[in-house]
């Protein structure tokens, strides 16, 4: 069990210092950070937009990251605002400008390309088997997180 647990750590965290890296070189490429990719991303899978509280679920950051982020496309002209009288910026959906539509293209070709090459040697039914065991885990470890932070509180 423990050498599964050393495999896992070492797996996962080879695997997300590579994504960083290519995220990072990759929209250096395009002229923007890494930190937009999942942002745009999922602003292009939903033309309706987005707000700050859903995109932090989606994107799994903070409320502070996911402001800054959304400034910094806002002042590149990628996303604009659909501002309901009265309603807090946060609280309104974002959505792509035409600008933000093309480069949310680019950047799913460069996320379809990263994925080829990070499934390649794979068969479709090993891809879907690593992906189901890999939430399995991260649901199971969620779990025992907040169990855990819930037992912490009473101490």
């Known amino acids: 069990m423990i050498e599964g647990f050393e495999k896992l750590t070492t797996g996962v965290s080879r695997i997300y210092k590579s ?18 990719v999942m942002c745009i991303y999922y602003l292009n ?30 002042k590149m002209n990628f996303i604009f605002y659909s501002l309901a009288q009265g309603k807090k910026k946060y609280r309104t959906r974002a959505l ?4 933000g539509k093309t ?8 996320i379809s390309h990263a994925s080829e090459a990070g499934g390649r040697g ?12 890999l939430f399995q ?7 025992l997180s907040k169990k855990l932070g819930r037992q912490e509180r009473k101490n």
């Open 19 to 36: 994504i960083q890296k290519i995220k990072k070189t990759r929209m250096n490429s395009l002229g923007l950070k890494g930190t937009h």
């Open 45 to 74: 899978q939903n033309p309706e937009g987005l707000t700050g509280a859903e995109l932090c679920s989606l994107c799994r950051e903070d409320k502070s990251g996911i402001s800054r982020i959304l400034a910094e496309l806002e």
């Open 96 to 99: 792509l400008t035409e600008a």
């Open 103 to 110: 480069y949310a293209q680019k950047v799913t070709s460069l």
């Open 122 to 133: 794979l068969t479709e039914e090993e891809r879907d088997t690593f992906y189901r065991v």
């Open 137 to 143: 885990i991260a649901d199971n470890l969620e779990l």
